[in-house]
């Protein structure tokens, strides 16, 4: 059976398998029945979506089978993926879904299901889905996709919710935080935060400048949000603004501009939080979790100062777990999901932005100043073609040839080989301190592969 849930749910164009309105019919139903037979009693199910123009007749079929599995369902409309892990929680729903395919072109979508504290489901319910969903034959999801069209959304009921959410960040997260005198440029990626943003900054006493915050459900992320920032950047140095924020499609990530003009990602925002939670003494263990892709010069800077880096896999998903399991209180990606498990298991821009506009507040620097100490390694990718997926461990070659230039790199620098998960090719990752240098060994690493497993 082939396996439809990756890391962030379930991903795709829409309008095709598996993100047609039959499918996610289904799926609907699914997860409704499933839950109604763990729990004994009909389950509660919050949904929320991105501004995709799909969203709205993905959202009207999977209540269809929500409905038809006889399971209460609420709607926050337009909202993002962490407020929708976060209404579950509070309002002690059964289970969370977004149908966003985050930083994704428009035509794409997707169905993100969060278990009712806020975590991703369990991959054991996704795989009984995915069981009843290849279970259907092709007339049975024509049959499906037939049924009545009922529409969903009810405004005053989104409107609620949404607002519940927008408390929770202003009165909880941004308790006592003033945001009085700051000027700040937000970039909603014409996405879910284009309307929660500026309203949460400007409640909190900024000045707001808010671009691409007009979703027309095509262009969401196009050329604006967490991928291209460049325009945000330029708006920072025009409007001499003190910070710039860019998120993605569903708001789950945020990078930052200086108000130089700089950017700063996920790495720079690990370590502004982690030197100010460890002044605290509440960054536990005195360790961060991250990613295989974190830059080294994050693990070096943090080691200076007494912190740990923890690298898991690629992927939120696994950076929670870690979190969870080590009791650790900060994780992230390179990308800018950031994940605070004491605020929320979700990574969520916007307390990300509320974190680091209270670092900037409390310690009274500017986030130029924040992230001194912390120097972005020079990073060469490669890839190369493979005809086979050997372990890399089992080509003496390929050992031999990577243990010189670990060796050579020293504590200074960082070796990342990997296959993609999709194409037949190898990735060879290399950071050092001298570009000519890892350019150097990449070519070097890339020729032995080829002869070896090309």
Not at 97 to 110: E, F, K, T, W
Not at 115 to 127: M, V
Not at 202 to 210: H, I, K, M, N
Not at 219 to 241: D, F, M, P, W, Y
């Amino acid at each position: 059976m082939k396996k439809l849930f990756g890391t962030d749910g379930m991903r795709g164009e829409a309008g095709k398998f598996p993100l047609d309105a039959a499918t996610v019919e289904i799926v609907g139903a699914s997860l409704a029945n499933h839950l109604k037979e763990k729990l004994a009693r009909a389950p509660l199910i919050i949904i929320g979506r991105d501004t995709r123009e799909s969203g709205p007749w993905l959202e009207r079929a999977f209540a269809r089978g929500v409905t038809a599995a006889r399971a209460d369902l609420k709607s926050g409309g337009v909202i993002t993926t962490p407020g929708v892990a976060y209404l579950a929680r509070v309002l002690s729903a059964d289970a969370g879904v977004v149908i966003s395919a985050s930083h994704n072109p428009y035509q794409d979508n997707g169905l993100k299901i969060f278990a009712a504290q806020g975590s991703k489901l369990d991959e054991a319910t996704e795989r009984l889905i995915e069981k009843d969903i290849f279970s259907q034959t092709e007339n049975q999801r024509a049959t499906v996709a037939a049924g009545s069209d009922s529409s969903r959304g009810n405004s005053v009921e989104a409107q609620a919710l949404q607002s519940r959410y927008l408390d929770f960040l202003a009165d909880e997260i941004g308790r006592g935080l003033s945001l009085a005198g700051i000027k700040l440029v937000i970039d909603g990626a014409n996405g879910a935060a284009s309307a929660l943003a500026p309203t949460l900054l400007t409640r909190l006493g900024a000045e707001v400048v808010a671009i691409n915050n007009a979703p027309d459900g095509r262009n969401i992320n196009l050329n604006c949000g967490s991928l291209h920032t460049e325009r945000l950047q330029s708006e920072v140095l025009k409007q001499h603004a003190d910070l710039g924020v860019a998120f993605d499609g569903d708001a789950d990530r945020a990078l930052f501009v200086d108000a130089q003009g700089q950017l700063v990602n996920g790495d720079g925002t690990l370590w502004v939080l982690a030197n100010y939670l460890n002044a605290r003494g509440e960054l536990n263990q005195q360790t961060v979790i991250a990613t295989v892709m974190s830059n080294v010069g994050l693990e070096l800077a943090l080691k200076a100062h007494g912190i740990s880096l923890f690298r898991t896999d690629v992927g939120d998903k696994y950076v929670l777990e870690e979190l969870l399991r080590s009791g650790a209180t900060l994780g992230g990606e390179q990308s800018g999901h950031i994940i605070l498990p004491k605020l929320s298991l979700a990574g969520d821009g916007l307390i990300t932005t509320l974190c680091v506009l209270r670092v900037i507040a409390d310690e009274q620097k500017s986030l130029q100043q924040l992230t001194e100490g912390f120097q972005v390694f020079p990073q060469i990718l490669v890839n190369v073609k493979v005809a086979q997926k050997l372990a890399f461990a089992e080509v003496p070659a390929i050992t031999e040839a990577s243990q010189e230039i670990e060796n050579e790199l020293g504590s200074r620098g960082r070796l990342l080989l990997r296959y993609s998960g999709t194409e037949p090719l190898a990735r060879v990752m290399i950071e050092g301190e001298s570009q000519p240098q890892i350019e150097k060994f990449a070519r070097r690493l890339a020729a032995v592969i080829e002869q070896t497993l090309g």
